[in-house]
Structures are given as C-alpha cells and as structure tokens.
C-alpha cells in the first residue's frame, strides 16, 4: 500500500513540475490569426513575446492533469518581471505568520513599520483600511486588487530577502529571485536590509519583528540584461548606453505559472511541496485575486481611475471600456513595466465549465529609451494579450472533455 501512494504521489509530481512542452500549437493558432497576431510575428524581435499554456483535465475524482503548450518560453531569456514578484512574496508572507506560531498573530494583526536603515520609511495608519490600521490581511487585499507597489515593499520587508530566496529554492523555483522592493530606487545595501515591525492585537504587543539584513548575492547571467540604447537616470538625464537589469528581480514565465499551479491545485503536489497555508489563507488569496477593484469597499477602488479589467491583461486587456462577461472569472498577477506587460492566469468559465491556465509576456520599447514612459502598452502589448486570451478561450470552449470540472471552490460572492 505505501508503495502504491509512493508512486501515486511520483507520478502527480512529475505531471506537475516535469513534463515537457509542445512548441507547435501555438505558434500555428498565431500564424492561423493574422489579423490579430502579424504585428507580432513580423517584429524583428517578436516583441520579446514568451507564452505558456497549459490545459487542464480532470480525472472521476476531479483530480487536475496538465498538458501545457509553448511559444519561445526561454527562462535564460531575460524579461523585467515588474510586479508579477507579488505573488510569491503574498504567499511567503502568509507562510511566515503560520510558521512563527506566536499567539495572537493573525492576517488581521495591527503591523507598525518603523525605519532604521537609509532610505527605509515607516507606516502606522492605513486610510484604506476599515479601522485605519495597516495589516497583512490588507496589504494583500491591495496587491491582489491593485497591484499597489507600497503593500508589496511592506511585505517584502516582513518576509525578508533571505527568506524570500531560500522559499524560491525550496519550491524549485530555481531560476528566479527576487531582490528588492519596487517603485523606490531601491538597490545595493538598502535592497538587502528590511524594516523592524511590530505587531498588535488591540494595543498589546504580540510581536516584535527586527530589522534583517541579508548578505547574500543571487548572482544570475541571462542573455537579454543589457537592452536598448540609452535611458533616463535617476536625475531626468538621458544617458546613451544601454540599460542593464543585471542588478532586478527575474521571475521567469514558467516559475510563474509554476507558483500559481501550487497556489490554485495544491492537490496535484506532493504534501512536502505543497505551500504552509491555510484553508482560510487559500480562499483569501483566491477571492481577492478574482475580484474586480470595483468590487471592493475595503480599500475602495473608484471609477474612472480604476475599473473592472485594471488588472486583467489576457482575454480583457485592461480595456476601460470592456464588456465584463458575468460566467468568466480571471485569477491572476499581472505587472507592466520598462514596456513589458505581463499576466500569469487561470481563466474560468463557470456557465461552460472552461478552465486554463495562461502566462504570457510582451514587450515594446521602439524608441529604444528606457525610463522615459513612452512604451506602446496600449497600441501593442495590451491588444496581444486581450486577443491571445480570447483565442485560448475559443480553443477551450470548442475542445471536448472526458469529465467536466468542478468548480465551486473558486466560486465567491464579491
């Protein structure tokens, strides 16, 4: 009998982490759309475009099986990861608080950022919040709703660098790191030291983090770090040298969809690799990932600054102005930066029982300049992503299933 489980846990783990990609059905549903896809394709560098797709079918006991499908998926080919490092860094966070095991630290605890090292800041209010205190359990809620750059450094700063690599290590999320907080300048030695924080239930002290300093290095050598010809430094000067993200996270397509596999189907890994979360914290994660900004009341997002599909690249392509279809529901991380845009995602029609993974990165830089906001988001990188979505999901709707999923866990009321 233990020999059976052995090697029922083998097998799901080998479907889950090993199986190699087919690299020719993507590139034929792009050639076969040309209408939506030619610019991309007849791009010298075809926009930097990586794709991953992955099918799901599930088994008599509803157990998921994945086949997944790629186009110029290359982890040693750099991209800016921008904010899709949320994810995990949400995730590690909550790990933290299960594996501290201090009495009265919760999601929900009261958490004081104070300062103690160049350039860091400290946090006591949160005006989002419904009882104006920052927490973990909100600054999630922005990340996930938003993608709000100041709650990911506030978790970045609990978690620590150091911890932060070893959890990407001990996922086997072996390509990537992550190394620094986001939209601060951050970098060299005030990259690697992290904020004291203290935590409260009420006005008592229920635990008291202290500042860390991680002094490891997470040396990577990618093709593609050094891009373009020139940028915009930190003094609003052009520099005519290219721009080098030697020194900035890296999160490659695969790890991406790897880590929103464990997020979403922890049934399909082994116990031992599975993430230390609870129900509730699985459910959390979920509901805010699935929810529109507009659905919110707490932090309260309004339009026309933000807007059902803010965040939803593939299959609405943050269009303002897009139909929201009631059925379909998108759990995802996106980021946009440096003229990338990118969204890791799992799409579920709960009306025709679809149900896919999709990660995808595209960039446009044509001028060549960096730091100087003139990148084609919403004439090239946006359009790519609504359609290649909406292709997928066709696809999806058309392909035949042997046993149709059940769904209820992802389905909330917002």
């Known amino acids: 009998m233990k020999r059976l489980l052995f090697l029922f846990a083998l097998f799901i783990s080998m479907s889950a982490f090993g199986q190699k990609t ?9 050639l076969a759309n040309p209408e939506m896809f030619d610019g991309i394709l007849k791009h010298p560098t075809q926009n930097e475009v990586q794709i991953l797709y992955t099918r799901i079918d599930r088994d008599e006991h509803n157990i998921p099986h994945f086949t997944s499908y790629s186009y110029r998926l290359n982890p040693n080919h750099y991209f800016y990861p921008a904010s899709t490092v949320k994810l995990p860094t949400v995730i590690f966070a909550l ?13 929900r605890s009261i958490m004081l950022t104070d300062s103690s090292f160049n350039k860091q800041t400290s946090v006591t209010i949160d005006s989002t919040a419904r009882n104006g205190n920052p927490s973990i359990e909100q600054y999630i809620r922005k990340i996930l709703l938003v993608s709000d750059n100041d709650a990911y450094n506030r978790l970045y700063e609990f978690t620590g660098r150091g911890e932060i690599n070893s959890k990407l290590k001990k996922y086997q999320l072996n390509n990537t790191r992550i ?13 690697r030291a992290t904020n004291p924080i203290r935590f409260y239930k009420g006005k008592k002290l229920v ?18 770090m050094v891009q373009g010809k020139g940028y915009i430094d930190g003094k ?36 031992e690799q599975r993430y230390n979360l609870t129900a509730s914290d699985y459910k959390f994660i979920y509901h805010y990932m699935s929810m529109y900004p ?20 593939l299959y609405y392509g943050a269009d303002k102005e897009a139909s929201i279809n009631p059925n379909i529901r998108v759990f995802n991380k996106v980021g946009d930066s440096y003229g990338y845009d990118i969204d890791n995602a799992y799409i579920v029609d709960f009306n025709n029982k679809v149900e896919f993974m999709l990660s995808a990165v595209v960039q446009s830089n044509e001028d060549g300049i960096y730091n100087d906001d003139k990148y084609e988001y919403e004439t ?13 999901y066709l696809n999806e709707l058309n392909r035949k299933k042997e046993h149709q999923p059940n769904l209820s866990k992802f389905k909330f009321s917002y």
């Open 22 to 30: 087919d690299t020719l059905f993507l590139k034929n549903l792009l």
């Open 95 to 107: 790990e933290k608080l299960n594996e501290l095991h201090v009495k009265g630290l919760t999601k």
């Open 179 to 191: 190394i620094g907080r986001l939209a601060v300048g951050d970098g060299g030695n005030n990259a």
């Open 207 to 224: 635990y008291n983090s202290p500042s860390q300093y991680d002094k490891a290095d997470y040396p990577m050598q990618l093709e593609n």
């Open 236 to 271: 609003g000067q052009l520099v005519m040298q290219p721009f080098n993200f030697s020194d900035k996270n890296v999160y490659p397509l695969a790890d991406q969809q790897l880590v929103l596999k464990r997020l979403l189907f922890p049934e399909a890994f082994p116990k």
């Open 294 to 313: 507009t659905e919110s009341k707490w932090p309260t997002y309004k339009q026309p600054d933000y807007y059902p599909a803010y965040c939803k690249f």
């Open 380 to 392: 090239v990188c946006l359009p790519f992503l609504k359609n290649l979505g909406r292709v997928i």
